[in-house]
């Protein structure tokens, strides 16, 4: 282990940097430790796409993979919400059809009303916060378990979506600005813009994390894992933006039909936005201290009703967002909208990317790769024909294989004692 001298306003401080080896062995301790975070869930996609794409070549068509990022969207940034809630210990289950509530509201104020789409995008937005409000209340404030309040409103909200769609109507969706959500796509050159702020983004981010844990003498990885990290992501992201910048149209003298899905960077500035303040804001760390220990949390000062309020706020918010998505994809809402399996992939790709269900564990980009997860397995099978009761069976196994992990783990943490 190397370390360097850092001046500060005093005595020079010391910052231990650990050379590649040490880091490598100090990681796969901590894996042998029960500290897996998102490594199942890499491991699991990179699996399910070569076993795809050898099975069915075209899995890995330029078409294909666009299609793995609109049929994600939805259910992406709705466990994006209910990672919030995860993290406290609690659960949602009333996020499906709260999504379907705020779509169903989009779909009356912007097509029966006529109002413009900035309107009715708020108007969902809206009805998210108040959704969430109430059953934080009730959780927070009543003390009724999340479990009782959120099934409550799984069947509640369930009603609210037939009323308001008359009893089984179809609201068509003809907003270019809704429509185009899902269905618009970036212009190949601006694709490769937002690809070099995002590589440069993340490079700054890591650079400037490594600086400054330097300067307080705080241990720091290695330039050389901090390097190899930033081209990792910089490979994957430039790799996307190629694939998605390929002509995918059957014939382009009708019409072209290439550059990346407009959900695509909508998804990377809300994982960019909620990771930071998880991570680098004061509410993020009350968050995770009370999904750590609530009653040390309260002690400490935490107004634990207010957390608890917000995380539910945030997750049906979310909801409302996946709503619009959603209504965005199919060009309409329905009163299926938001119900059907919406719940149940939204929960099992927050705990299949690496959040825990007991709680004080789990971060953004668990969402992005869990929602990454159950789009490929969704896509592939529809690729294979497999029936339905299948696709269930074996979605399911997956959802059990990972929250069999995160319980080992956490026993092997205990056991350790690294947590």
């Not at 509530?101 to 989009?106: D, H, N, P, Y």
């Not at 000062?301 to 918010?317: E, H, L, M, P, T």
């Not at 995160?406 to 092997?412: K, P, T, V």
């Amino acid at each position: 282990m190397t370390t360097t001298a850092v001046k500060k306003d005093g005595p020079a401080a010391v910052a231990p940097t650990p050379a590649v080896a040490d880091h490598v062995r100090n990681y796969v301790a901590r894996v042998r430790g029960g500290d897996l975070g998102s490594l199942p869930a890499v491991i699991g996609l990179v699996v399910l796409c070569v076993v795809f794409a050898i099975v069915r070549p075209v899995f890995i068509s330029a078409a294909n993979f666009a299609n793995l990022f609109t049929q994600g969207a939805a259910v992406t940034v709705i466990a994006m919400g209910l990672i919030f809630v995860l993290l406290l210990g609690e659960i949602d289950l009333s996020a499906g059809f709260a999504s379907g509530v705020c779509a169903a509201i989009l779909a009356n104020v912007v097509s029966v009303l006529g109002y413009p789409w900035y309107v009715a995008v708020l108007a969902a937005l809206a009805t998210g916060v108040v959704i969430g409000l109430t059953l934080g209340f009730l959780v927070a404030k009543v003390g009724i378990p999340s479990f009782v309040v959120t099934l409550a409103g799984f069947l509640a909200f369930q009603g609210v979506v037939l009323l308001l769609m008359k009893e089984g109507t179809n609201i068509s969706i003809g907003d270019d600005v809704i429509v185009g959500i899902e269905n618009g796509r970036v212009p190949p050159a601006v694709g490769w813009l937002l690809a070099a702020v995002a590589i440069l983004g993340y490079a700054a981010a890591q650079l400037l994390r490594h600086r400054n844990r330097a300067a307080r003498g705080l241990l720091t990885d290695p330039i050389a894992v901090v390097g190899a990290r930033i081209v990792g992501v910089a490979a994957l992201i430039g790799f996307a933006v190629y694939v998605l910048n390929q002509e995918r149209s059957i014939n382009t003298l009708i019409s072209s039909n290439k550059g990346m899905p407009v959900v695509v960077p909508i998804i990377a500035v809300l994982l960019v936005f909620w990771t930071f303040v998880l991570n680098r804001t004061a509410y993020g760390r009350h968050l995770y201290a009370v999904g750590g220990n609530a009653e040390a949390a309260r002690r400490a000062g935490i107004n634990v009703d207010r957390i608890k309020i917000s995380a539910f706020v945030i997750c049906s918010g979310m909801a409302a967002i996946g709503g619009i998505i959603a209504a965005s994809k199919d060009r309409s809402v329905d009163p299926n909208t938001g119900g059907s399996n919406v719940l149940l992939y939204a929960v099992g790709a927050a705990v299949i990317g690496g959040t825990s269900l007991f709680g004080g564990k789990g971060r953004m980009i668990n969402a992005v790769l869990g929602g990454a997860v159950v789009a490929v397995i969704i896509n592939g099978m529809g690729l294979l024909d497999l029936s339905s009761g299948l696709k269930y069976i074996f979605t399911g196994a997956v959802l059990m294989l990972a929250a069999g992990v995160d319980a080992l783990s956490r026993r092997r943490s205990a056991a350790t004692g690294t947590r």
